[in-house]
């Protein structure tokens, strides 16, 4: 079955700080993807970044970064110098592979919530 | 309007009330999705609907019934619920176009639901 572990449930940080959130996974597919998800306090959920598990390269978005790796099935997201707009709630996110004429299914993790004070 | 929208934004219901949240999305695509999110529980995925045909039903009880008339409009109707469904639901589309790579799924902002 699959899982997803964000043993974090809250971190505050002060603004400009680096703040890694972290992100477990568990599958028994060999094909699957990775997401992340951000939900500010309006509501919906924005998404960040979608990874299958065959780049197992990081990338860099601006101030986000992911760094995938397979061998510990973690795929964790950091933000760089902080902000206060950065305050959220991030989750992880894990699709198996399958067909998208059935809709495809997102198993999440419980979610981080980020606090980033002045 | 843009994205996905969701009416109502706050929903307070007796136990023995019938309700209906509605979702709308503008951007064309193909699979819908209602999720349920709790304080004490991951969000969870209720149902999908892919060109409105219903191809998930995530074990939800009976007393949540979801409708699907066309590809841009999702509604969950509620009738006789109980307190502990009180949550945020939220509603969320993708293009769900042929493929096996998931994709990228847009999000409504979401109804809070109180059941009293």
């Known amino acids: 079955a699959q899982k997803v572990t964000q043993a974090q449930t809250e971190i505050s940080v002060v603004e400009k700080e680096d703040v890694t959130l972290d992100c477990v996974y568990e599958?028994?597919?060999?094909?699957?993807?990775l997401f992340w998800y951000k939900q500010p306090p309006s509501g919906e959920l924005v998404f960040l970044i979608r990874?299958?598990?065959?780049?197992?390269q990081n990338e860099i978005s601006g101030r986000y970064s992911w760094n995938f790796q397979k061998s510990t099935s973690s795929f964790n997201f950091t933000i760089t110098a902080s902000q206060v707009v950065d305050s959220a709630v991030y989750f992880c996110a894990l699709s198996e592979d399958g067909l998208v004429e059935y809709g495809n299914k997102l198993v999440f993790g419980a979610g981080t919530i980020l606090r980033v004070k002045s | 309007e843009t994205g996905v929208t969701q009416t109502p934004r706050h929903l307070v219901m007796g136990m023995t009330n019938k309700k209906s949240l509605k979702c709308e999305q503008h951007l064309g695509h193909n699979a819908m999705y209602w999720y349920k999110q709790s304080a004490k529980k991951p969000l969870e995925l209720m149902f999908v609907?892919?060109?409105?045909?219903?191809?998930e039903n995530n074990s939800v009880p009976s007393r949540f019934s979801p409708e699907c008339p066309n590809s841009s409009h999702l509604f969950l109707h509620l009738h006789t619920l109980q307190p502990e469904d009180s949550a945020l639901y939220l509603c969320a589309s993708s293009q769900g176009v042929g493929g096996a790579a998931p994709e990228e799924q847009f999000f409504g902002p979401g109804t809070r639901l109180t059941v009293l």
């Open positions: 609907y892919n060109f409105k045909e219903q191809t």
């Open positions: 990874r299958n598990s065959f780049d197992e």
């Open positions: 599958t028994r597919d060999t094909t699957y993807y």
